[in-house]
């Protein structure tokens, strides 16, 4: 066993009852190792806060974080998101186990590969929809929609959502400087305006374009302002094979009034199939969907 020893303190080999395979990845604020669970005889993933390095108020934010993405996602059963199994919120050694998954982020995988191919980026914006529309139909908004939250690996055909730290039910207010500001949609900046479902929608339909353009669809440099007045750069100028039909539907996607865009994710995906029906006859994205698809 690949046991990361040095990260861990010495003849360190297990995180509580999981034992460590290899790490897998590293944010600012834990790192995630594939581990082994003996009383499961299962492969996990589990996110080991990193208690050494972080502040007393950063490791209690972390801690909340844990356990508020437990709560929220904790109950979830769906192929496209990543499954919770358990949450540890001691502060001496906090961490959130979730299923493995093989492959790498889609942020990762663009990197790597550059601008995707049509066919590809439709099948991956479909499986999305999909797992948003259960998210949606649970009452949550996921509200940090991105490549870098989304789990893939193309030979096995998965596509999971992750991390859903800044998640909040629809019910209740949430705080509107939290995201990714290149996906946000234009109700982040206005308070008149409420945080919803649809504010997902536009995320996403950010994300499809970057996947098609390898670009993200407002410049780093006043993305508010962008945001708020201003459309992208249409994408038949970046990519001329991408058809009409599939720029109109990102459009769509990304429209700034919350009531020209695509209602639901239900709706979004079955414009995704109707697209992928136009361009590839014999797409594979026209399966009847689960209940929750049928809004």
């Not at 940090?144 to 999971?160: C, F, L, S, T």
């Not at 730290?165 to 995201?179: F, I, N, Q, Y």
């Not at 639901?264 to 199939?273: D, I, L, Q």
Request: proline content about 7%.
């Amino acid at each position: 066993m690949n046991t990361p020893a040095a990260r861990l303190g010495p003849a360190r080999s297990a995180i509580g009852r999981y034992e460590i395979d290899r790490k897998v990845g590293e944010g600012a604020s834990g790192t995630v190792y594939r581990c082994h669970d003996p009383a499961l005889d299962r492969d996990v993933a589990v996110k080991l806060a990193h208690v050494e390095t972080l502040g007393t108020e950063q490791l209690r934010q972390v801690v909340e974080d844990f356990r508020h993405e437990a709560k929220i996602a904790g109950k979830f059963a769906h192929e496209n998101i990543v499954t919770i199994h358990d949450v540890v919120t001691d502060e001496a050694q906090p961490y959130i186990v979730m299923e493995y998954v093989p492959g790498c982020s889609l942020d990762d995988y663009l990197k790597a590969t550059g601008p995707l191919e049509l066919d590809e980026a439709l099948a991956i914006a479909h499986a999305c929809c999909r797992g948003l529309a259960y998210i949606h139909y649970h009452g949550i908004v996921h509200r940090d929609i991105k490549p870098g939250n989304i789990m893939y690996h193309p030979a096995h055909g998965i596509v999971k959502w992750m991390d859903f730290s800044v998640a909040h039910k629809m019910e209740e207010p949430p705080l509107r400087d939290t995201g990714t500001v290149a996906y946000m949609a234009p109700e982040h900046f206005d308070p008149a305006r409420r945080i919803s479902h649809l504010t997902d929608i536009f995320a996403l339909g950010a994300t499809l374009y970057r996947l098609l353009t390898g670009r993200y669809p407002f410049s780093r440099e006043h993305t508010a302002f962008q945001i708020l007045h201003q459309d992208p750069e249409p994408i038949a100028s970046l990519r001329p094979d991408v058809p009409a039909p599939a720029e109109a539907m990102i459009a769509r996607a990304m429209a700034k009034a919350d009531e020209d865009r695509y209602q639901s994710a239900a709706e979004f995906a079955r414009a995704v199939a109707a697209v992928a029906r136009e361009a590839f006859p014999d797409t594979g994205l026209l399966d009847a969907p689960p209940r929750y698809l049928l809004a």
